[in-house]
């Protein structure tokens, strides 16, 4: 059938023959012994190329229909054994407590390949319930019917502020003296979850300026170095440095952003217990007291100090 397929989408036999690298003899005749056995002609031939009757457009969606069916079979008879498991994050989860988990998982279950899928929220919740996906990690309130959550991190938030402006000589950042500044946040990171976070500790002052942006963390960084504005990042990601920047704690009565494991309980797949024990066992101790981030091993706490 890749025969048909080709020639339909390249719209000539000899075009469809180079790109399979076989003869386009082949290709012709296999076409027309297949319209023997269909008894309906599937092309239209002229000088210039070919194209599908109405007959062979039916024939060949439907052919494509079936396909799909088949891939997606394959997918999940390939999650049902185990061999894979599909991860869902935010692009900002690659650092931390997950790097961590995703460690010592291989470490572990070296036999399992990991897929690292990246999307939003939305995206996410709708490819756990198709199937799609075995396990995603979220951040903040996620509202995810016919989904199982659990809690297993927290992180601080901080604030990213211009090397030059007066509020990096503080010691934390306050919501107040962020209401008169320009607040971005980058709905490719976790925007939009911070952005909730900060309406539901009482802190929508900071927010009373924000943009909503889909640049990328490279960028967004670059735009505050060069005193564009401000923006928030989890403790995860203060290890990076970049030109003209500095981190400072926010300041607030509840400063630390939770993530969680959000799964669906018919998930077949055995690695996602697998994956579930070892992301408990990682952050056991994150998960009792004061929250803490582990980086490369090491448990780190920060302190708040005085605030701005």
């Not at 999307?119 to 396990?135: M, R, T, Y």
């Not at 669906?264 to 797949?269: A, E, L, M």
Request: with cysteine; hydrophobic share 40%; proline share 3%.
């Amino acid at each position: 059938m890749r025969y048909l397929i080709s020639a339909a989408e390249h719209g000539s036999f000899r075009k469809a023959a180079a790109s399979l690298h076989v003869e386009q003899s082949a290709i012709s005749r296999h076409i027309r012994d297949l319209e023997i056995r269909l008894g309906t002609p599937l092309f239209i031939r002229s000088h210039s190329g070919v194209s599908l009757t109405d007959q062979g457009k039916v024939f060949v969606e439907n052919i494509r229909r079936g396909l799909d069916q088949i891939r997606s079979a394959a997918e999940l008879v390939t999650a049902a054994s185990g061999n894979t498991i599909r991860i869902g994050l935010r692009s900002s989860l690659g650092t931390g407590c997950l790097a961590e988990i995703l460690q010592r998982f291989g470490e572990t279950r070296g036999g399992v390949q990991q897929e690292i899928l990246e999307g939003n929220v939305e995206d996410h919740i709708a490819a756990l319930l198709a199937n799609q996906l075995d396990i995603a990690f979220l951040a903040g309130s996620v509202d995810a019917p016919h989904c199982h959550a659990i809690d297993l991190w927290k992180e601080r938030l901080f604030v990213a502020c211009p090397k030059a402006h007066p509020l990096a000589r503080c010691s934390a950042i306050s919501p107040e003296s962020l209401s008169t500044e320009r607040l971005m946040l980058s709905e490719r990171e976790l925007g939009s979850e911070i952005f909730a976070f900060l309406k539901g500790v009482g802190a929508g002052v900071a927010i009373s300026r924000a943009t909503l942006c889909m640049t990328g963390r490279e960028t967004l960084m670059s735009l505050v170095g060069l005193k564009h504005g401000f923006t928030l990042v989890t403790e995860a990601n203060t290890s990076a440095i970049f030109p003209n920047i500095v981190y400072r704690p926010l300041a607030v009565s509840d400063p630390y952003l939770s993530f969680k494991a959000v799964w669906v309980r018919s998930n077949s797949n055995p690695a996602v217990r697998h994956f579930l024990n070892i992301a408990k066992s990682v952050t056991h101790d994150d998960r009792h007291g004061h929250p803490r981030l582990r980086s490369n091993g090491e448990t780190r706490l920060r302190t708040q100090g005085a605030s701005a």
